[in-house]
């Protein structure tokens, strides 16, 4: 398994602030990622971050809104930019095991905009 | 490409009772299948999975589920309700990469 810590597990936003999210992993994973649970929905896959290269954004979400890092192996964060009401949501970090087939998720960040 | 449905936004069932969350899946690949459970304000936490080996998978908690390729289908049953399997359930599919393409998710209530 993983382990996975997730930081802030919760915040509370300005409208027009940017919250930062970090994604710590207990083990080396190549990829990372990021998803968005908006209320009463189902999880959506941002972007996948591999670590020295550019995350890899799914239709619909741009870098400029949701900017990743990934400076190691071990480590990631999220950026949700320029934040409005409709980013209220929870945002969860994710890893898989090379041969494992089976996602590991973080406790999730439940992010409130006002 | 792949993609989910979920049947049944909420589902309530009585304590000791049969637990029957529907799935269906699309694949244009060979899938695979998960059942995760999201108990409030935690992440998520695989129930059980099934990579193309027995079609029939036992999981976690007394769940399991059965992949039927005729009826692309992979429901998640549990024989007996227990108040504590009350949550929001969600099924998974990829076509053997990374990318999870998740359902809309089953609000599972328990009631005494």
């Known amino acids: 398994s993983a382990v996975i810590s997730q930081k802030p597990s919760r915040d509370i936003c300005q409208r027009g602030t940017s919250l930062t999210i970090q994604c710590q992993v207990d083990?080396?994973?190549?990829?990372m990622f990021w998803y968005r649970q908006q209320p009463g929905q189902s999880l959506t896959l941002i972007a996948t971050?591999?670590?020295?290269?550019?995350?890899?954004?799914e239709s619909g979400f741009v870098i400029d809104k949701f900017p990743i890092s990934r400076p190691n192996l071990t480590f990631s964060t999220l950026t949700v930019s320029n934040l409005s009401p409709e980013d209220s949501s929870i945002y969860l970090c994710?890893?898989?095991?090379?041969?494992?087939?089976?996602?590991?998720f973080g406790q999730g960040t439940r992010l409130t905009v006002v | 490409a792949q993609s989910v449905t979920q049947l049944g936004s909420h589902v309530s069932v009585s304590e000791g009772a049969l637990v029957l969350l529907r799935c269906n899946y699309s694949?244009?690949?060979?899938?695979?299948l998960f059942w995760y459970v999201q108990y409030p304000n935690q992440g998520l936490q695989l129930l059980l999975k099934?990579?193309?080996?027995?079609?029939l998978v036992k999981g976690i908690n007394g769940f399991e589920a059965e992949f039927k390729k005729s009826e692309t289908s992979f429901h998640l049953t549990k024989p007996s309700a227990h108040m504590s399997d009350a949550a929001e359930y969600f099924c998974?599919?990829?076509?053997?990469?990374?990318?999870?393409?998740f359902g809309t998710g089953t609000q599972l209530k328990v009631e005494l």
């Open positions: 994710s890893v898989d095991r090379q041969g494992a087939a089976e996602a590991f």
């Open positions: 083990s080396q994973v190549t990829m």
């Open positions: 971050a591999n670590q020295g290269s550019e995350a890899t954004y």
């Open positions: 694949s244009s690949v060979p899938p695979y």
């Open positions: 099934y990579t193309s080996a027995a079609t």
């Open positions: 998974a599919v990829t076509g053997g990469g990374n990318k999870l393409t």
